[in-house]
């Protein structure tokens, strides 16, 4: 199918700039998707991923997200873009979309719960199962890294700034990539991760900075990275490799876009919410909000 013929829509979580198709009457395959995105790209910017919607035939859930990255590859959890396909879903194909609304939807094999309220100014999606976490420590050629992996539907590193002499006023201006880019390839990590750094600050807050696996560059934003970091700082608050962390859950995390994204604890679960904005985007905005991204991180 030739690109000019497939529609979609532009829309952006937190500064993540995602593609989002109508699967259900193009019915194109996850091969046929990963060539729209490597070989028949529309755009003349790159975005941070595809999501092709489907609406559920089961009673289980509501419809169906395929997420995949700009290089073509399938199968792991995105959590701003999940935000995204909720607010697609409420607004594109509920007649009439509530104040307060709760869907749940499919997305990388696991059913998850998502909240639209105040009519889309505040979305979010539940992440059901607890994250698994494992301590690592990396050789690499700027020495030993300690880091925590974090599967959450995705793998993720996390590291803290403190070891790596970065100051608050540097932390969203000086040389990430080439911190992050040889973890992200780690031969320790057979699937690779996406690489976050963290710096805690005072009260709640703790900054972050996101080099994705599959976009392999470093992103405005990263929902399930954000929700990572905030679980591993308020669960392993006396590891000796992280910085002091006083807050408590709900833990706002400022990401490189500017945005900030929360994650809080349920109640009456393990389960944690990512809470952030979505919006969507004209082609133009969309150019806008990438070109102004990379003259922030220049």
């Known amino acids: 199918m030739s690109r000019n013929a497939i529609p979609f829509d532009l829309m952006h979580g937190a500064g993540n700039i995602f593609m989002m198709i109508d699967n259900d009457e193009l019915n194109l395959s996850i091969e046929e998707l990963s060539d729209f995105m490597t070989k028949d790209y529309p755009l003349h910017f790159p975005v941070d991923g595809l999501m092709a919607y489907r609406v559920s035939d089961v009673n289980d859930y509501e419809f169906i997200i395929d997420f995949l990255n700009p290089d073509g590859s399938y199968g792991a959890m995105c959590g701003n873009g999940a935000r995204c396909a909720i607010k697609y879903h409420e607004e594109h194909f509920e007649e009439f979309p509530n104040h ?13 719960t998502g909240y639209y309220l105040n009519f889309g100014g505040y979305i979010s999606v539940t992440f059901p199962n607890e994250p698994i976490v494992q301590e690592l420590h990396l050789q690499t050629d ?17 590291i803290d700034a403190i070891h790596h002499q970065i100051h608050a006023n540097d932390f969203f201006r000086f040389d990430f990539r080439s911190l992050a880019e040889p973890l992200r390839n780690h031969p320790d990590l057979p699937k690779g991760a996406n690489v976050n750094l963290a710096m805690t600050m005072q009260g709640n807050l703790i900054k972050l900075r996101t080099f994705e696996r599959g976009v392999e560059r470093e992103t405005a934003a990263c ?76």
């Open 223 to 298: 929902g399930t990275g954000a929700l990572a970091t905030a679980y591993v700082y308020q669960n392993y608050k006396m590891n000796t490799n992280l910085s002091v962390f006083l807050g408590n859950y709900p833990i706002d995390l400022q990401v490189q876009s500017g945005d900030i994204l929360t994650v809080e604890k349920e109640s009456d679960s393990e389960a944690l919410r990512l809470i952030g904005p979505a919006e969507f985007l004209t082609i133009e905005e969309a150019f806008e909000m990438y070109s102004n991204f990379q003259k922030r991180i220049q």
């Open 142 to 158: 700027k020495g030993l890294i300690h880091a925590f992996h974090v599967y959450n539907g995705s793998d993720h590193l996390i």
């Open 100 to 112: 307060t609304d709760m869907v749940k939807f499919l997305m990388a094999g696991t059913i998850y």
